[in-house]
C-alpha cells in the first residue's frame, strides 16, 4: 500500500468515526430525499434534526432567533451562542447546496478534519472546531489523557521495556 492510499483510508477512517460519533446533519436528509424538480421540502416538512443541527445557522435565522434547518445555499455556519457569534461554515447540501453534504464543514477552509475533500498533499487533522463541536453535542472532550489512559500507556511501556530487556539476556 503507498503513502497515498494509506493517508486516504486515515482521512477516510477519521470522517466516518466522526459521523459515527453524531457529526451528522438532518438538513442531508432533506436535501436528498427532496425531489429533482421543484426544488427542496420546506423545512417543516421533514423534521430530521440532529444535535449538530441545533448548532447550525444564518445570517436570517440568527435574526429569527432560530437554527437553518434549510436545504438551499445560503451561508450556514457553527455558532455555540444562539447564532450571536459565527463560527465556522458548514456546507449546505449535495442537491440544493455547495454540492457538498451538509454533514461536513465548508470545503477547503482549513478548518477541521471534516472538511468533505482533501487535495493531493493536503493534511487534514483535528482542530479546535472539531474538538468543540464534538463537546456541544454531547461527548466529554477532554485536553489531557483519562488517568486510567495514562496508567494502561505507563504499564505498556513497562511491559514493552521488561520485553525488550529479557531478548538482549
Known amino acids: 500500500m503507498n503513502i497515498v ?8 477512517g477519521a470522517s466516518l468515526q466522526a459521523h ?10 432533506l436535501d436528498l ?6 426544488g427542496p421540502f420546506r423545512a417543516d416538512e421533514l423534521t430530521f434534526v440532529n444535535s449538530l443541527d441545533l448548532f447550525r445557522f444564518s445570517a436570517q435565522s440568527q435574526a429569527a432567533g432560530v437554527i437553518d434547518w434549510t436545504a438551499d445555499s445560503r451561508a450556514k455556519y457553527f455558532s455555540i451562542d444562539g447564532g450571536a457569534t459565527a463560527g465556522p461554515l458548514f456546507s449546505t ?12 464543514w465548508k470545503d477547503n477552509l482549513g478548518v ?6 482533501a487535495g ?8 479546535g472546531n472539531d474538538v468543540t463541536t464534538f463537546d456541544v453535542i454531547g461527548w466529554n472532550v477532554s485536553a489531557l489523557p483519562e488517568p486510567g489512559t495514562r496508567a494502561m500507556f505507563g504499564l505498556g511501556l513497562a511491559a514493552m521495556g521488561t520485553y ?6
Do not use: C, Q, W, Y
Open 5 to 12: 492510499s494509506a493517508a486516504g483510508l486515515l482521512l477516510a
Open 20 to 29: 459515527a460519533l453524531g457529526f451528522v446533519s438532518g438538513v442531508d436528509a
Open 33 to 38: 430525499n427532496s425531489p429533482p424538480n421543484g
Open 93 to 104: 447540501g449535495e442537491s440544493f447546496g455547495d454540492r457538498m453534504s451538509a454533514s461536513h
Open 112 to 117: 477541521g478534519i471534516m472538511d468533505p475533500t
Open 120 to 127: 493531493f498533499g493536503e493534511m487534514l487533522s483535528i482542530a
Open 164 to 169: 525488550a530487556r529479557s531478548r538482549k539476556t
